[in-house]
């Protein structure tokens, strides 16, 4: 599986960025796409996480009501709707596809991710 990030940029707090990630190379429909993100000095932590054939999605609470992640099966993307950003939203933003099913006490662990995108920075001025 290859996986292209695109959509970051700069926004002021309170903006909006949709992020993309497009797949190419074999997907399996119950394996997740993760968004992860990674700020200056700061361990990878898990943002949100949608199956290929749909059922729950799972976000951090950080972004709950915030984020919202989609995907177009047609399109093999996977989107992050961000609004209502603020600056603590400001890092390097990926998305993960993993070669296992993961379940949900699992799904928000990047170490079980296999496929990583090359990132996209999102910075987000006060």
């Known amino acids: 599986v290859q996986l292209q990030a695109s959509g970051g940029g700069l926004v002021q707090a309170g903006g909006s960025l949709r992020l993309s990630c497009a797949a190419s190379g074999r997907t399996f429909s119950n394996n997740p796409v993760g968004w992860f993100r990674q700020a200056p000095g700061k361990e990878r932590e898990f943002v949100a996480a949608?199956?290929?054939?749909?059922?729950?999605?799972y976000y951090a609470d950080s972004v709950k009501g915030r984020f919202t992640v989609s995907r177009d099966n047609a399109k093999r993307t996977v989107y992050l709707q961000m609004n209502s950003l603020k600056p603590e939203d400001t890092a390097v933003y990926y998305c993960?596809?993993?070669?296992?099913?993961?379940?949900?006490?699992?799904?928000?662990?990047?170490?079980?991710?296999?496929?990583w995108g090359q990132g996209t920075q999102v910075t987000v001025s006060s």
């Open positions: 993960a596809a993993s070669s296992g099913a993961l379940i949900q006490s699992t799904i928000r662990r990047k170490d079980l991710y296999d496929y």
């Open positions: 949608i199956r290929w054939s749909g059922g729950t999605i």
